[in-house]
């Protein structure tokens, strides 16, 4: 029982620390460069890219939302020994994550 809740609280933060990292993006580089690429590639006009955004923002809202309910949730179910092992292990996640992210940025300006 012990392994299934601490494999399922696992994919759990390793999901949801995916959508933190991804909204966590300095100055909305990310979104901004998205943007043009999709912008390039269906050759939207200015009213479809604002829309575009919008839509984005809104679904990223909502992420976060989806984000803060599960943790409450999982809050209640975890008690104070297992909820800071979770804080640990999502803590570690979010750091691996971060290096994976920072090392794709190393490698796309060496190339450049």
Do not use: C, W
């Not at 933060?13 to 100055?27: C, E, H, P, Q, Y």
């Not at 992420?63 to 297992?82: A, G, P, T, Y």
């Amino acid at each position: 029982m012990k392994n299934l809740l601490l494999a399922s609280v696992t994919a759990i933060t390793i999901g949801l620390s995916g959508s933190v990292f991804a909204g966590s993006d300095k100055n909305g580089e990310h979104q901004d460069r998205y943007m043009e690429r999709l912008s390039e590639k269906l050759e939207l006009t200015p009213e479809q890219q604002e829309q575009f955004r919008e839509i984005k923002k809104e679904q990223m809202e909502k992420h976060r939302e989806i984000h803060e309910e599960s943790k409450e949730r999982m809050d209640e179910v975890l008690n104070d020994e297992q909820r800071q092992r979770f804080e640990e292990i999502h803590k570690e996640n979010r750091d691996k994550m971060k290096k994976m992210h920072g090392d794709k940025k190393s490698k796309e300006s060496e190339n450049n």
